[in-house]
Structure formats: C-alpha cells, structure tokens
C-alpha cells in the first residue's frame, strides 16, 4: 500500500503525461501532430522517473540542502542528465547554473533552453520549473523534526524534479521542436524561502 502523498510508478507516469499532455498546445504543437505527441509522451517513462526520485532521494545527496555539498552534487546530476538531451545552457556565462546568493550562502538554479522552431514565436517562451533543493539534515528552521538525521525529499521534489526531467526527454524526443522556446529551470532556494523562483 502506498503511504499518503505518494504515488505508485503507474500514477507517476499517469500524471507526467497528463502534465505534458496540458504543455504541448502551450508550446503551439495542438493541431496536426498527434502521431508526434503520441511518441513524445511515450518518451515517458515511469521507471525512468522512479529512477530519478531514488537518486535524488537517497541519503547520498545529504537531503539536498540549498548551497551545501548535497544540493551542488544534485545540481551536478540533473546537469548531467539534461546536457545530452540538446538543451541549450541558459546560465551564466555559458553554463547551465545561474548563481545567486543570499543571506544563507551561495545557491544555485540550473536553466536549459529548447529554442522554438517557429521564427515567428520563438521569441516567446515557456518556463516549467520544479525545485530540486531539499531541507538537508533538518533543523527547526526547516523541519518539524527529527533534526540531524537526512530529510531525503522524494516528494519534496525529487518527484517534481523526475517529471521535469521526463518532459524533457518527451521534448527532446519530437523530430521537430515546439514552436515557441522552452526553458526548464530547476530552482535552488525554494526550501529557503522560494529564493530561487
């Protein structure tokens, strides 16, 4: 049985692909390319995004902390997923990491561009976005307890972090991309006070 807030990998996958079955008009790929939509949702995987959850979530990433060692490794990671998909690097001075910082150190939000096809509407873009930071080990600023121990965050948002990732590859998947430019943004912060967004 699953616990409250959790979701079995069919779910998952359910509703990944509702969620890039709402994207694809906004990106202006509604009329005539259902056989393209059908492959691009295909391209989701359910046990890919589990995949992924369980990475992020494991005690490895130290509950992926905003601005410590855990937060930057997962950055680290989603970079080297996204990369090779043919995103383009959207942060600073070429990378896919755009720097901030703030009163609690130095974070972190991971931005890939898919430029749009349509000369006439690539200028206009469309951002989806999901937290990858985390509360780290937990302490009364951020957590209702136990303190000191991994807060692991597959729900909050390996999970959210997981389906971008898989809308990415639906994306990346299509012979022709979307009409209008697509910029995923992977937000640091979020856990600190939605600092990143």
Not at 18 to 30: F, N, Q, R
Not at 80 to 106: E, H, K, M, N, W
Not at 113 to 141: M, Q, T
Request: charged share 20%; net charge negative; glycine share 14%.
């Amino acid at each position: 049985m699953e616990k409250p807030g959790q979701f079995s990998p069919r779910q998952q996958s359910r509703l990944i692909r509702s969620g890039l079955a709402c994207l694809l008009p906004l990106v202006g790929m509604a009329d005539g390319l259902a056989a393209d939509r059908l492959a691009a949702r295909a391209a989701i995987l359910a046990g890919e995004a589990g995949e992924h959850i369980a990475v992020l979530a494991d005690d490895a990433f130290e509950g992926r902390e905003g601005g410590r060692r855990g937060g930057r490794a997962a950055g680290v990671y989603i970079e080297q997923v996204i990369a090779p998909l043919g995103f383009l690097p959207a942060g600073d001075r070429g990378s896919y990491f755009q720097s901030f910082t703030t009163s609690q150190g130095s974070l972190r939000n991971l931005l890939a561009l898919l430029p749009g096809s349509d000369p006439a509407r690539s200028h206009e873009l469309v951002v989806i976005g999901a937290h990858y930071d985390h509360v780290g080990y937990g302490n009364a600023r951020n957590s209702f307890g136990p303190f000191g121990f991994v807060h692991n965050g597959a729900d909050d948002n390996a999970s959210g972090v997981a389906g971008l990732i898989e809308i990415a590859e639906a994306l990346a998947a299509l012979p022709q991309p979307p009409r209008r430019s697509v910029l995923l943004a992977f937000w640091d912060g979020e856990e600190q006070g939605l600092l990143g967004s």
